[in-house]
């Protein structure tokens, strides 16, 4: 079992920054894939990044390349996600999983996910 709690959600205006932070524990969670996803009120859960466990693969959604980048300290068993140039349709719930497997970008695939938390860009 792996537990995930996420943290630095908030309010933002729009082209500004925010940090998100997702702390794992319990069995090995250094050894997991973890990912990002988001999910807007109505709309499907979205891949936002993942990576993998020693940092050296890294997978971004389109949409957010270039302006969001995920990283994890495994010595801390944490998972943080540096959001920049936000728009408001990045507005959404977070969420931080894992997986036990290779790098994926489809929800269904997490093993253990984190309660999530809020994020909202206003323009």
């Known amino acids: 079992q792996v537990q995930l709690v996420e943290s630095g959600g908030g309010l933002v205006q729009a082209g500004g920054s925010l940090r998100l932070s997702c702390a794992a524990s319990?069995?090995?969670?250094?050894?997991?894939?973890m990912g990002w996803f988001r999910q807007a009120p109505g709309k499907e859960r979205e891949f936002v990044a993942a990576?993998?466990?020693?940092?050296?693969?890294?997978d971004y959604a389109d949409s957010v390349k270039g302006r969001f980048t995920i990283s994890r300290d495994n010595a801390k068993n944490t998972v943080d996600l540096q959001m920049s140039s936000l728009k408001p349709e990045a507005t959404a719930v977070y969420y931080c999983?894992?997986?036990?497997?290779?790098?994926?970008?489809?929800?269904?695939?997490?093993?253990?996910w984190g309660q999530g938390t809020q994020v909202t860009v206003s323009s």
């Open positions: 999983a894992a997986i036990s497997g290779p790098i994926a970008t489809l929800w269904s695939e997490y093993d253990y």
């Open positions: 319990g069995r090995t969670p250094s050894t997991y894939v």
């Open positions: 990576i993998n466990w020693s940092g050296g693969s890294i």
